[in-house]
């Protein structure tokens, strides 16, 4: 990539960046297309059903592949009903700032230690920084709909991100101790040596708090009370249809897919091979996202939904409280020679 820019001068870097940004953001969103597709494929191959099955290309049916593209164009082309008693800008607004700051950190996500954007020293903290702006859509799509049933989504669901939050935030310092920097190839660099040297095995409690925390700022199944049905109707986004409706959804696999690149990038070495003589590549980071995001479906097609007392309760008397004492613990070995353990 670099060739490129040097080769077309500074006059077209612009133009070159755009076209970084369109060849990072199209794919995103055909992944996130057919994430919805596998996951209904995966569940039901779990729970002993078919799936999608019927909508094909050219006549031929190819395993319900074109069920994607209908989904799209059907939602496309229905009617975006605005309430009458709402605020209408902020109600158009809502879907933009929940799927905007999913799109914008794909900027510096490297898929390989060249294959990336934007590679800035501090990409980690971009990224904490850029997404925690989601929670605005959330709350103004329950502010704005002047609903009684969406405000109460909208509070429930961003108070649960919130707290799910400072528990990522904590995993992530255990990261950042053990690897010295913001930078997140330098993380995944600081990781080369085997699938041993990946961080998930010292730092195997951040692993599992920044996963399953991951899953509940999703408000993913088992933590999506912001959509229990029998509730609250279906949370937030509940006098939404067509297109603004499906932009929540486009930002919530996004963002599934964004998780699953950190928990790759983070703790499970990225686009390094787990073994030493294997060579290293994109593969490789494809594959680790691929095992993420299986397991973000497997749990909803196994966990019962939880109260929100409960998941309250597990963020903030679990969650947080390990991190701090990971973290103190972890502080206090890197000064004597088990610190050596976690770099």
């Known amino acids: 990539m670099q060739f490129f820019a040097e080769l077309l001068g500074p006059a077209w870097l612009p ?26 494929k995966i569940i039901g191959w779990m729970q002993i059903r078919m799936g999608p099955n019927r909508v094909g290309f050219f006549g031929f049916r190819l395993w319900g592949l074109g069920q994607p593209i209908a989904d799209a164009v059907k939602l ?12 209408k800008g902020l109600f158009l607004l809502a879907p933009v700032l929940a799927i905007a700051p999913a799109m914008a950190a794909w900027a510096v996500i ?18 904490m920084a850029i997404t925690s702006m989601g929670v605005y ?4 799509a329950g502010w704005a709909s002047n609903s009684k049933y969406a405000f109460l989504g909208g509070l429930r669901s ?15 310092v255990g990261v950042l101790m053990s690897a010295q920097s913001l930078n997140l190839v330098e993380i995944v660099e600081a990781q080369r040596g085997g699938f041993w040297q990946w961080y998930w095995l010292p730092l195997f409690p951040m692993f599992l708090v920044y996963l399953i925390s991951g899953v509940a700022e999703l408000n993913r ?26 932009v929540f959804f486009l930002a919530e696999y996004a963002n599934m897919i964004l998780v699953s690149a950190l928990t790759s990038l983070m703790f499970l070495g990225g686009w390094l091979s787990p073994v030493p003589f294997l060579p290293d590549g994109f593969f490789w980071m494809a594959a680790k996202m691929s095992f993420v995001l299986l397991l973000f479906l497997w749990f909803r097609a196994t966990f019962p939904r939880y109260r929100y007392d409960q998941i309250m309760r597990l963020g903030w008397k679990v969650f947080i409280p390990v991190t701090l004492v990971w973290l103190v ?12 353990l976690f770099h």
């Open 15 to 40: 133009v070159w960046t755009l076209v970084k940004i369109v060849a990072i953001v199209l794919p995103v969103l055909v992944v996130v297309a057919y994430l919805t597709y596998a996951e209904r």
């Open 76 to 87: 496309m082309t229905k009617e975006i009903i605005i309430p009458s008693g709402s605020s």
């Open 221 to 246: 199944a088992p933590f999506d009370v912001a959509e229990g049905e029998s509730e609250i109707v279906a949370g937030f986004h509940v006098d939404y249809s067509g297109m603004a409706f499906a």
């Open 137 to 140: 859509g959330v709350v103004l």
């Open 158 to 172: 961003a108070a649960q991100i919130v707290s799910y939050e400072i528990a990522m935030g904590f995993a992530l």
């Open 329 to 340: 613990l972890m502080g206090a070995a890197m000064q004597t020679p088990l610190g050596s």
């Open 110 to 127: 490297p898929f390989t230690d060249t294959l990336v954007l934007a590679n800035i020293d501090a990409s980690l903290l971009y990224i």
